[in-house]
T-cell receptor, first 112, second 115 residues
Framework: AQSVTQPDIHITVSEGASLELRCNYS??????LFWYVQSPGQGLQLLLK??????LVQGIKGFEAEFKRSQSSFNLRKPSVHWSDAAEYFC??????????FGPGTSLSVIP | EAGVAQSPRYKIIEKRQSVAFWCNPI?????LYWYQQILGQGPKLLIQ????????DSQLPKDRFSAERLKGVDSTLKIQPAKLEDSAVYLC?????????????FGPGTRLTVT
């Protein structure tokens, strides 16, 4: 079955530290992969997406993600976290017939 | 380009009452999605339309939820009767393929509180 897992429910990092959020997907064909961010009470904002080509994709707000087919992973990274990055992060995969499945999310807290 | 519109933005009802949400997708987008997002969880796909046909409604609680997309444009999602566990944000999204690239756009959501 198609699915997305985000192993870390909650992560806390210090401001200025690096960040990596994990995402694993289950889908037989080549996936379209997305990372979204959602601040409290706000809508979903697309950070970045992977369709094909270069496996390292750059997004907004200094985020990047790397697609690793062998590991079925699409981890999100940021070299230096800002306090404003505290939010909920969702990984998603587009499967057949343009069905988009979301992971359960990772909540990020940033310590000043 | 106008985004995905949803109304109302907030709704408070008592259990066993009925409620309806409306979504207007981006013009020209053939695919429309309704998601349910319970606090602290990821969005769960309830139903997906391609034009006015249903592509996937496997997670729609059909005993109480219904959705339609007349004429392949606007869509309504109805809950009748509502239960406490239906309290959530209901997100509408639409998608398009432009030169083979897939893009999905979300509306602001409707926050439903069932008391």
């Amino acid at each position: 079955a198609q699915s997305v897992t985000q192993p870390d429910i909650h992560i806390t990092v210090s401001e200025g530290a690096s960040l990596e959020l994990r995402c694993n997907y289950s889908y037989g064909a080549t996936p379209y992969l997305f990372w979204y961010v959602q601040s409290p009470g706000q809508g979903l904002q697309l950070l970045l997406k992977y369709f094909s080509g270069d496996t390292l994709v750059q997004g907004i707000k200094g985020f990047e993600a790397e697609f690793k087919r062998s590991q079925s992973s699409f981890n999100l990274r940021k070299p230096s976290v800002h306090w404003s990055d505290a939010a909920e992060y969702f990984c998603a995969v587009r499967t057949s017939y343009d069905k988009v499945i979301f992971g359960p999310g990772t909540s990020l807290s940033v310590i000043p | 380009e106008a985004g995905v519109a949803q109304s109302p933005r907030y709704k408070i009802i008592e259990k066993r009452q009925s409620v309806a949400f409306w979504c207007n997708p981006i013009s020209g987008h053939a695919t429309l999605y309704w998601y349910q997002q319970i606090l602290g969880q990821g969005p769960k796909l309830l139903i997906q339309f391609q034009n006015n046909g249903v592509v996937d409604d496997s997670q729609l609680p059909k005993d109480r939820f219904s959705a339609e997309r007349l004429k392949g444009v606007d869509s309504t999602l109805k809950i009748q009767p509502a239960k406490l566990e239906d309290s959530a944000v209901y997100l509408c999204a639409s998608s398009n393929r432009d030169r083979g690239l897939y893009e999905q756009y979300f509306g602001p959501g409707t926050r439903l509180t069932v008391t």
